[in-house]
């Protein structure tokens, strides 16, 4: 099994951010001389994160930004067997905090716009593909016809309050946690009067204002060829006060011995397997971080095509950067003017 989680995609940005705000950078520029600021990392919901804000506050503004994380990632994980969502999947019954109780608005919205390919029911799949902990392997197509018939957000019963789940479902929010706990954060950014400030958590990259010299936050989009190498970018984007979050396929993923066939962690709903259809990754930038998590994962589940009319009729919610197999890049025009790249790109109108 090969991992490549820890800095992925986007924490190619955290390095752009790091160097494009630089102390001395900020220090030379009068205005913001005497901004305090403050960054923090820590390892959380499995990959490393960082929190950067600058104000009067930030030190305070990134310590409540750490326990905010670290209390999402205690209640959201699956990972963690005591989390509110362990617990659901394990006795099928839970009283849902108020962050699950968004989550599951916010996943079924984007369940039934997305015609099912963002699907937090997968959870069961996971399991039976060993991507929820463990060595991850090929089960038999068999197996996989038995655990689809378990899944489907339509199928989940809850309200305000409670969940239901039938026998052998499970929830998995791993596709939209990091959007979410992101969101927190810049809210607790505003409310601590943060003038500047961003953060990387794993593959998501999350903007507060611009950068204390006014310029924009430039994020770097990872090579999907090459995603360990920082140096090797396909292009930058630049932004003010947004989330840019990335699915790949290369980030978790293991090669079947037998049919030499590479398997990833994105599941396609409709079919039980990996998603498999052409693109190699999705980068979603949009105000809202859960709402652009969740798509970067739905997007890369439809397939280039597809995207692209869901962006048609959604073009106020979100932009994207798509990089299919024959190494095309499509950038959607809401954010042309905003991305940089050595190599041919195609616009999306
Ligand atoms: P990452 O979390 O690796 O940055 P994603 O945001 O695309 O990447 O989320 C992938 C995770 O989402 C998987 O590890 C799994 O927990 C969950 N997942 C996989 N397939 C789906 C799907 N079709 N719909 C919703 N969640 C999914
Ligand atoms: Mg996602």
Known sequence: MTIRKIITVLSAAALLFTAGCSFSDYKNNKDTESIPSCTKELFAMDT??????????????VSEALTEIQ???????????????SILNKTG???LSEDSRYLMDKADYIFSSTGGAFDITVYPLMTLWGFQGGEPSLPEDKQIKEV???????RIKYNDSEII???????????IAKGYTGD???????KNDIVSGIISLG???????????????????TDPDNPEDKSSLIGTVEVSDKSVVTSGGYERFFKDENSGVTYHHIMDPSTGYSADNGLLSVTIVSSDGTLADGLSTACFVMGEDKAIEFWRQHSSEFDMILIN???????????SQNFTSDRIWNVES
């Open 48 to 61: 490393y994160m960082t929190v950067t804000a600058y104000g009067e506050n930030s030190e305070k503004a």
């Open 71 to 85: 209390r999402l990632d205690s209640l959201l994980s699956t990972g963690k067997k005591d989390s509110e969502i």
């Open 93 to 95: 019954k839970a009283n």
């Open 148 to 154: 689809l018939t378990l899944i489907g957000q339509d």
């Open 165 to 175: 789940l039938g026998n052998g479902q499970g929830i998995d929010f791993g596709g």
């Open 184 to 190: 927190r954060i810049m809210k607790i950014f505003e």
């Open 203 to 221: 593959g998501n990259v999350q903007c507060y204002g611009k950068k204390t010299d006014g310029s924009l936050w430039r994020c770097g989009i």
């Open 325 to 335: 197999d024959k190494r095309e890049i499509t950038v959607t025009q809401g954010i």
